[in-house]
């Protein structure tokens, strides 16, 4: 069995499910975590410069959260056994991570780096104006940005009905392996009261 380390922020995320993964599969890992404000430090040790990054045996770096999933789960036998079965837990997986990517920006938005990003925009924005307002030239504000992280918010909404759907999808189905292995709230703690997980 491949020695495995996973590397993420010290938080659930995007890389709480491949802890979900491994968690079902009972199989061990390193859970290397960062704070945010070691990250500048290790950004390029990092394919892509992201995370989370899946490291096997100590040598190979892969990053993606869904392309992890999948590697973990064809090695553990949860990716289904015909092709059929592999399209529906891709289709159950993708709708999922997309609700989970609109809730993470989201979030980011409101209390981490996406409202940071958006203070620094609106500054260089305004302060851009100033320039062009010296020089004589009439500039208007472009609101296209706002717009489009309002309405990001807004379908924010609604996700929790398809939501709801997905798990209803997923535990019907007795086929869909990776769906048995996302729903499970608590594996986290019970990874590391079964000794799965080495945290660093």
Known sequence: ?????????????????????????????????????????????????CMPVLEIDGKTRMPETMAICRYLSREFGFYGKTNMEMFRIDYISDCLYEIMHDYMRYFHEKNGRFG??????????????????????????TSSTSSS??????SNQNSN?????????????P???????????????S???NGNVKKT
């Open 1 to 49: 069995m491949p020695s495995y380390t996973l590397y993420y922020f010290n938080g659930r995320g995007r890389a709480e499910v491949i802890r979900m993964i491994f968690g079902v599969a009972g199989v061990q890992f390193t859970d290397k975590r960062y704070e945010f404000s070691e990250w500048e430090k290790y950004r390029k040790e990092m394919p892509s410069h």
């Open 191 to 193: 990874n590391r009261s």
């Open 175 to 189: 086929n869909s392996h990776m769906g048995s292995a996302m729903s499970s709230t608590s594996l986290e703690s």
């Open 149 to 154: 992280m309002k309405s990001n918010m807004s």
């Open 116 to 141: 940071y990003m958006s203070s620094n925009m609106a500054s260089n924005t305004k302060g851009n104006m100033t320039s062009n307002a010296k020089s004589g030239t009439s500039v208007s504000a």
């Open 161 to 173: 009905s398809m939501s709801s759907d997905m798990k209803t999808n997923m535990s019907s189905n």
